[in-house]
């Protein structure tokens, strides 16, 4: 499999988008896929030495996209375009936070994380506090902890820590909160509260753990 050999490289030389474009027409679907998201990371490492190159390579995921003919298809797409982090992810997939597909919409909110866009940040809040499906704010949850955490995030993650019934999602708020308790006094209280009233013996564990090396 050349893709992780292909995809990762800082500055990739056209042969190797050749051979990465190439294995992404691949017949067999798992390797097309895998191609596809390996196109997404190379735009985010040409965007900023050869932005030219970096957006033909966008506007080839947006083809796909455009003519996926599944939700698995679509959700691929839209995962290389979160692989890229190019400011035009938000464009391009805003539409789909609303599909009736769950890990369509999760993969909407995850193709967010590298997005340098306070509408991102928004957008991914208001999944975290009111998306009804819990892998949908999982991953809602798991973008946030790339994102510089700020005080509107925090609130909503801290009540989320608090008040979500999944346990992922509350074990990747916490997660993420660990990084932000010295610069956000709320973080604090929450911790508190979840290291007393949380179902999960192991998160309410974690949460003293985290006090403690608050001290």
Partial sequence: NLVPLLAPVPQPTPEAEKMLRALAKDDDSNV????????GTMS???????????HRLTDEIAHRLSISRSDHETAVAIQAFGNSGVP?????VFPYADSPTPFVRAATFDALRFVQDQKADDLLCRALSSEHDPQVRAEAAFAL???EPNAHSVTVQSQALQKDKDESVRRTVLSNLAKARRQFPVVTAALQDTAKNDPSAEIRRDAAKLLKMGR
Avoid: M, Q, W
């Fill in 32 to 39: 097309a896929d895998v191609a596809l998201l390996g196109l």
């Fill in 88 to 92: 035009r992810v938000l464009t391009l």
């Fill in 44 to 54: 985010g490492h040409l965007a900023g030495v050869e932005p030219g190159r970096s």
């Fill in 145 to 147: 902890g790339f994102r």
